[in-house]
């Protein structure tokens, strides 16, 4: 089905099915209820699931097939941004173009940016992406105001009126794709939930989808084995005769497209940008998302980029009165301690139950997320071996 089979197949439908889904998987608690802070049915978060997914699949080609670490790629994702803002702008309100344009313009830039990065391997490699990423983001706050508009950044005004679309004077224009507008949803309630459908939801979900295809026909295609083998060992290739630097460009340009188009979509879901996306810390971000999903595998960066925006827009809510209605079943003292003990790890105090997590998945799961899954996947397929294998040994012994 699609050129894809077996495993990457039941991975690819999984992966639809959970994009397609997603506004009723991630409402399970009923609106009223006291669990409806967990919720993540709404489409500002989803959006942010499904686009961070991209940027961390595309991140995973270059970092889980190469071995090559990146600390640069937001500087791809603020490229594709400003793309993706001026076509708006300037020619159409309609997302594709504006697409198109970002990711054109990251893989232009990835390929400067590569060429001269991957003159070197390792440690090197990683701290000149950073300082081509560091260098982007100076020149977009500073250097090329008149282009980036510096600190405050672009936007879509209502003195804008792009060639293709038209707006009325002092109206302010619209993302949307082919006339439905990225903003539109429609709200479905059945007894106490509530479920909202999107449509700049579905479209990055689709987009998602298509991309994290692409990425499965990459991983097993030859040009996939190649970058396979430069991660392996890379001077026995150079020794075969076979030149590495080809496939790493190559690899690199895809991965800093699929950043280009994660900004591209960010800014068809909210019509602003800034220097910001290009800090290093944003970079960060995505090697973190990788890493914990599980670096190499199809499926990991999607779940790993799922966790962390979860963690910073749920977890991240949680305070103290809201620890406070947790345990107000307990006494007095017992309610004061627990919510002391708890309140360090939540609210603003996320990234050090993170952080906590980031250590315990690289000591005990190098693998990430996907290789607990297995782990427990395993145990489970143990525990029904050892039960089949116990009621056939009991069939086989002979009555008395």
Not at 211 to 229: E, T, V
Not at 243 to 255: G, R, W
Request: include cysteine.
């Amino acid at each position: 089905m699609l050129g894809i089979k077996g495993k990457d197949l039941s991975v690819f439908i999984l992966v639809a099915v959970l994009a397609l889904l997603a506004p009723f998987l991630l409402n399970p608690f009923p609106v009223d209820s006291a669990m409806a802070q967990f919720n993540a049915g709404y489409p500002d978060l989803m959006q942010r699931f499904v686009i961070f997914g991209i940027f961390a699949i595309g991140f995973n080609i270059l970092f889980g097939l190469t071995g090559y670490l990146s600390f640069g790629h937001a500087a791809f994702l603020g490229v594709g941004s400003y793309a993706a803002i001026w076509m708006m702008k300037l020619v159409s309100l309609n997302i594709v173009p504006g697409i198109i344009m970002a990711i054109v313009f990251a893989g232009l830039f990835s390929v400067l940016v590569g060429y001269i990065s991957l003159r070197r391997s390792g440690i090197y490699f990683s701290i000149l992406t950073l300082a081509f990423a560091q260098m982007s983001y100076a020149l977009a706050y500073s250097v090329l105001t008149p282009i980036t508009g510096g600190e405050t950044g672009l936007q879509i005004k209502p003195g804008d009126t792009p060639l293709l679309s038209n707006v009325a004077e002092g109206e302010i224009g619209r993302a949307n794709f082919f006339g439905l507008e990225m903003s539109d949803s429609s709200v479905i309630t059945l007894g106490g939930w509530e479920f909202t459908m999107n449509v700049g939801y579905y479209v990055c979900a689709v987009v998602m989808i298509a991309a994290f295809y692409l990425a499965i026909r990459i991983f097993r295609s030859p040009f996939g084995m190649m970058l396979r083998a430069v991660k392996s060992n890379q001077q026995r290739m150079n020794y075969t005769g076979l030149n590495s630097k080809p496939y790493t460009l190559a690899a690199f340009v895809i991965s800093g497209m699929y950043a280009g188009l994660a900004g591209g979509l960010m800014v068809a879901m909210d019509t602003q940008v800034g220097p910001e996306r290009m800090f290093w810390t944003a970079s960060g971000e995505v090697v973190l998302m990788t890493i914990l999903g599980g670096a190499g595998t199809l499926i990991g960066p999607v779940l790993g980029a799922g966790f962390i925006k979860y963690m910073e827009n749920i977890v991240s809510k949680i305070n103290s009165t809201v620890l406070h209605e947790w345990f107000a079943f307990l006494p007095d003292g017992m309610e004061d301690f627990l919510v002391t003990i708890f309140y360090p790890f939540v609210g603003k105090g996320w990234h050090l139950t993170l952080g906590l997590m980031f250590m315990a998945v690289v000591i005990f799961l190098p693998g990430g997320l996907v290789q607990g899954g297995q782990k427990i996947a395993a145990m489970f397929r143990g525990k029904k071996a050892a039960e089949k294998d116990g009621k056939t040994a009991n069939q086989q012994t002979p009555a008395e």
